[in-house]
Structures are given as C-alpha cells and as structure tokens.
T-cell receptor, first 112, second 113 residues
C-alpha cells in the first residue's frame, strides 16, 4: 500500500526566511511524486513534480529514495506563498494507469 | 479553456436525501477521480475511472456510487446522505501518464444536516 506523511499540520515563518515542508512516503514500486498547492478559495494546482526537476516560484524538491522523502524547500519565503501544500504520490510506475495518494497537508503561513 | 468543471459549488442536504455531483472535463483526459477533503486528513480518493467504461473503488467508497457517462463526464452520487459525508468534494482528471499531473475542479462544498 502507498502512504504519504506530512508531519507538520501548520508551519509559520517570517518573510525572507527559508522554509522546508516535509514529506515522507512509503511505496514498494517506483513512485512519481508531486507537490500540489491550494491558495485560499482556489482549486488545487500542481506546483512541482519530481520527474521534471524544475523550480517553480522559487520552490524545489528533491526525491531522496534512501530516506523515502520529497521535502519542499524555498530559500526566501514570500507572503504570497501562504497556502495549503499537499505532497502526493502516484503509483502509475510509468504506465498510464494509476491513482494519486495525498498526505494530510501542511498549512504554510508567511508573516510580514 | 474550462478544464474541469464541477457543479454545484455549494449544497446543503438533509440526512437521508440523495444527490449527484457532476464533473466534466474538456481536455480529452482518460482518467477521472473523485476525492473528498477533510481537515487534518488531506484528500482521500473515493472512486476513480481509469478510462471510459471502467470505475474502481478508492480509499473511502462507502456511501457513494459513480458513473462514467462518457469520456468527458464522471458523476458522484450520494444515495442516502449522512452527516459524515459533510466535506469538500473535488473532481480531477489526468491525461495519461502520471508525470503530466492532475487537473482539479474548483470543488463542491457539501453540508449534510
């Protein structure tokens, strides 16, 4: 069974401070991992996917298979980063058939 | 460029009433999903449809039924609503391979009293 754990329900930082949102997963196959973000009163939207190794809005995330982690990081947080962040795992394993499992979510608040 | 459209946006039901949540996507995606979002529990998969004509149970299917009417539409039905089904419901779709990511609808906020 696949499982995603986000240990922090709430995370508060000040503007300009570094931020790290933790995500750990358990899955026996080859997972595809994502970060989704939900801004206030908006729909979930894809922020990052591990396969593309991209940086979006200053955020990066590295897949660490040894530690089964996919932490989201940003060196200098901005107030507009305040949102709910979900880590998610897809079990498709390179096929076209799969389903997404979400962590419990972390509410990030960036104070001015 | 509508993406994934859900109706209604808000609904209040009395215990025991039934209703259907509608979802439609215009991106020619193969797979569609229904999730519920509850505080402290993240999003949990209710049902999904890998392709037109197929549906499968997710993590929390009890009390729900689904219909994949065609490639565009995937509806979620509550036959006899219970207060435990008070939640925000999200529909999502995916083009094909997981690396493309999922596109979500704006959600339906359902309250069962």
């Amino acid at each position: 069974a696949q499982r995603v754990t986000q240990p922090e329900k709430l995370l508060s930082v000040f503007k300009g401070a570094p931020v790290e949102l933790k995500c750990n997963y358990s899955y026996s196959g080859s997972p595809e991992l994502f970060w989704y973000v939900q801004y206030s009163r908006q729909r979930l939207q894809l922020l990052l996917r591990h396969i593309s190794r991209e940086s979006i809005k200053g955020f990066t995330a590295d897949l660490n298979k040894g530690e089964t982690s996919f932490h989201l990081k940003k060196p200098f947080a901005q107030e507009e980063d305040s949102a709910m962040y979900y880590c998610a795992l897809d079990n498709a394993g390179g096929t076209s058939y799969g389903k997404l499992t979400f962590g419990q979510g972390t509410i990030l608040t960036v104070h001015p | 460029n509508a993406g994934v459209t859900q109706t209604p946006k808000f609904q209040v039901l009395k215990t025991g009433q039934s209703m259907t949540l509608q979802c439609a996507q215009d991106m020619n995606h193969n797979s569609m999903y229904w999730y519920r979002q509850d505080p402290g529990m993240g999003l949990r998969l209710i049902y999904y449809s890998a392709s037109e004509g197929t549906t499968d149970k997710g993590e929390v299917p009890n009390g729900y039924n689904v219909s994949r009417l065609n490639k565009r539409e995937f509806s979620l039905r509550l036959e006899s609503a219970a207060p435990s089904q008070t939640s925000v419901y999200f529909c999502a779709s995916r083009k094909g391979y997981a690396s493309y990511g999922y596109t979500f609808g704006s959600g339906t906020r359902l309250t069962v009293v």
